[in-house]
């Protein structure tokens, strides 16, 4: 989660709050709801072809990303339980965040579809099945979470669907780029601040595809970039399949084959 209390800090606050289960009740519900936003999304602005209703949907789902982000700080600040390290827009989901937002503000340009789906489906959509996260709901932590991650996540596919968006293999290394950008830029951050930004400093709490990497930092760093490529390549494969197939049809039709 992108306002991240320290360990001992979450540790304190666990024993009085209802306890997260993965799969539970209350993480199944939002998921259902997550889809059923989507279907109703769609439906009322006609897969993106009713402008006035596409704008609205972009609009409000941009909007409340950016209420969620501003109003959890604001809250974490007063109750005096969130550090200004601990503050800092440097969680891979803040980057996401912020570049869906943009997405949906300008309807969805390609130079910032294309990260927004590698990273807001390679890992929004991971932190949505595998919640790295102490608190159930009704804690506002539990809604923020998936304010946040589950909003990254409907706006990807919502611009997708009505953008008829799909990338190209120059997208996986435009993503990739900035991935590294990222990775640069929060190991410093992590290095001055002491916070786990970006699961750089060691692995999550939560049980999730990165538990299973090495316990040795160095090794577990160089393997987080394996796993982000091909992470990047499986969310392109689908469509680098649609195209071999789209080319053997082509060839198929033209005269003497």
């Known amino acids: 989660m992108r306002f991240g209390l320290s360990a001992e800090r979450r540790q304190t606050l666990i024993v009085t ?3 997260f289960q993965a799969f539970g009740l209350s993480h199944v519900f939002v998921m259902l709801i997550m889809a059923g936003s989507l279907l ?32 959890y700080g604001v809250r974490q600040c007063l109750r005096g339980t969130l550090r200004w390290q601990e503050a800092l827009p440097f969680q891979l989901c803040d980057w996401t965040m912020i570049v869906v937002t943009i997405a949906l503000l300008n309807g969805g340009r390609q130079h910032w579809l294309e990260p927004a789906y590698f990273w807001g489906i390679g890992g929004s959509l991971q932190a949505v099945i595998t919640p ?19 909003g990254i996540v409907l706006g990807v596919v919502y611009l997708m669907i009505t953008r008829r968006f799909r990338p190209a293999f120059a997208s996986v290394w435009w993503t990739l780029l900035w991935s590294e950008i990222y990775f640069a830029v929060t190991l410093l951050v992590d290095r001055i601040t002491g916070v786990n930004y970006g699961f750089l400093l060691h692995k999550p709490e939560a049980a999730s595809l990165l538990s299973l990497l090495s316990d040795s930092r160095p090794l577990y760093l160089l393997q987080m970039q394996g796993v982000a490529i091909v992470f990047f390549l499986l969310l392109y494969l689908p469509f680098a399949i649609a195209d071999l197939m789209g080319s053997k049809k082509v060839e198929k039709q033209e005269p003497g084959n």
Do not use: W, Y
């Open 40 to 71: 109703l999304g769609l439906t009322v602005s006609r897969n993106g072809t009713r402008p006035r209703a596409d704008m609205a949907i972009r609009g409000s789902l941009a909007t409340l990303l950016i209420l969620n982000f501003i109003g």
């Open 132 to 150: 790295n996260l102490q608190f159930d709901f009704p804690d506002l932590r539990f809604l923020s979470f998936f304010i946040d991650h589950g």
């Open 17 to 19: 709050e209802p306890s």
